[in-house]
């Protein structure tokens, strides 16, 4: 059995559309429905993107895991000059980039900064933990828990919610 990672886009979309449907009906502010609509959106490509596709068996190839920090990394920029393949920076860069959103999002749900880069290390840790267990409940790992995703993932949504903390903190000044 395989769960498809459209499948569960799908589903998701539909459950944001109903969430839009009850803020409307509710009367919340346009602007409020508009950042509660885009952060769904992008928590859910995030849940598609980190989970999915997901195949069901009874025995599995399990992929390893990656607890070295800074191994992987190595690996792929080693492979993008190796093999003159830029599939490596790919996935460094995606990585890298996957939690910048969150950096930003977190400013309107969250006004203190410390709290903020708790929170995007947090969600990049359990993020992994999450993969890590669902390969414990269907008895492989269907996905490699890298410590370097962590670093990675952490190290992009931070740079982001440093940056729109500065920027939101001139902005004001600026406007005040």
């Known amino acids: ?3 498809t990672r459209e499948g569960i886009l799908q589903l998701e979309f539909a459950l944001l559309i ?13 602007n409020r429905i508009l950042i509660c609509l885009s952060f769904g959106l992008y928590i859910s490509l995030i849940i598609a993107v980190c989970f999915f596709p997901m195949e069901i068996k009874e025995i599995g190839q399990s992929i390893p895991n990656n607890f070295i920090p ?66 414990l409940l269907i008895g492989y790992n269907y996905r490699c828990i890298d410590i370097d995703d962590v670093i990675l993932n952490s190290a992009g949504g931070i740079l982001s919610c440093i940056c729109i903390h500065f920027i939101t903190k001139k902005w004001a000044k600026k406007h005040a």
């Open 1 to 3: 059995m395989m769960i």
């Open 18 to 30: 109903l969430y839009g449907v009850i803020m409307i009906f509710k009367k919340v502010k346009l």
């Open 70 to 135: 800074f191994k992987s990394i190595y690996q792929s920029l080693a492979e993008v000059f190796k093999d003159k393949t830029p599939y490596g920076l790919i996935s460094v860069f995606g990585n890298f980039v996957m939690l910048m959103p969150l950096g930003i999002f977190l400013q309107y749900y969250t006004k203190d900064l410390k709290s903020r880069l708790v929170d995007i290390i947090l969600f990049a840790v359990s993020i992994e933990t999450i993969q890590f267990i669902i390969g």
